[in-house]
């Protein structure tokens, strides 16, 4: 779990004055990815924030195996 003090490889997470969390991957996704996953995310909480990383990061590979 992280939290916005934290980071997540290749992700810069950081907390909002409102206190929503968001990540922005350091990296674009490649041209065909970036059709498919988002590189800026936002959640609620530390999980969700997790979770919607890692729903982009796995849209990314799914574009690369297709």
Known sequence: MTTANE???GWRVFR???GRLWATREEPFDEAAQKVAWRT???D?????ARAI????S?????RFA
């Open 45 to 49: 909480d530390e999980l969700g924030l």
């Open 41 to 43: 995310v936002d959640a």
């Open 16 to 18: 909002s004055d409102k």
């Open 54 to 57: 890692a729903e982009q990061e």
């Open 7 to 9: 980071t997540i490889p």
């Open 59 to 63: 849209r990314a590979k799914l574009v």
